[in-house]
């Protein structure tokens, strides 16, 4: 039986901390932004549902600004489906940024990206100029083509795609696009910082 929480918003008394394990599916709609979820230590959540992905997902964000501190989500991974058919290869991220100077992009932390059925899928493509997208820490299943990533006729030194300390079958370089940024832990830190979301402060004003 799936559970319904109430969302609280910033305005409203904090999250009481979520302890041991709790079998529910937790969803956080579009119009509640800006939530904190905190357990203690130990905290995991477990949705053993296996339709299909947008259905059966442990965990799903449709606000910004989200955070999640001391939860583990067990059953969340990235599941590739076939695209037509799998006669063609899919895009796992479209992403674009307007600038360099702006700071925002997708990075992926320490998740697991696999198939279903005949999947093959890129890790990213360039949806505008300037597009930003780190994976780092993620075990790659086979699903992942040997390029790696399509720029889609923008500029590729305008463009930043990284993978960083990935393992799997899926993370082998050795075919993957020459202009793949070639970061160092140093450089992936600023992304996976809980700062790289706070640029305007938000987590600050949680109550």
């Keep these: 039986m799936e ?14 901390k979520m302890s041991h394990v709790m079998h529910t599916k937790v969803k956080v709609p579009r119009d509640k932004p800006c939530i904190v979820l905190e357990g203690n230590a130990g905290t995991i959540i477990s949705w053993n549902a296996y339709t299909t992905v947008d259905k059966s997902a442990t965990f799903t ?24 058919g799998g006669r063609v290869a899919g895009f796992i991220t479209a992403r674009g940024r307007k600038s360099a100077e702006e700071m925002t992009g997708f990075v992926f932390k320490a998740g ?20 930003r997208v780190i994976w ?15 720029a889609c006729n923008q500029h590729e030194e305008n463009l930043e795609y990284a993978e960083v300390k990935c393992h799997g079958p899926g993370s082998n370089l050795s075919k993957c696009v020459r202009w793949l940024k070639k ?10 910082d809980i700062s790289y979301i706070d640029q305007d402060g938000w987590l600050a004003n949680q109550p």
Aim: hydrophobic letters at 35%; one cysteine or more; proline letters at 5%.
């Design 61 to 84: 964000s449709e606000a910004d600004n989200f955070v999640a501190k001391n939860i583990v989500f067990k059953g969340c991974i990235i599941s590739v489906l076939p695209f037509n």
């Design 112 to 131: 697991t990206v696999v198939k279903n059925g005949n999947a093959h899928s890129y890790l990213g493509r360039a949806y505008r100029a300037y597009s």
């Design 183 to 192: 970061l160092q832990e140093q450089d992936v830190q600023k992304f996976t």
């Design 3 to 16: 559970d319904t929480y109430r969302v609280m918003t910033q305005r409203q008394p904090p999250l009481e």
């Design 136 to 150: 780092h820490d993620t075990e790659f299943s086979d699903v992942v083509v040997p390029q790696g990533w399509q």
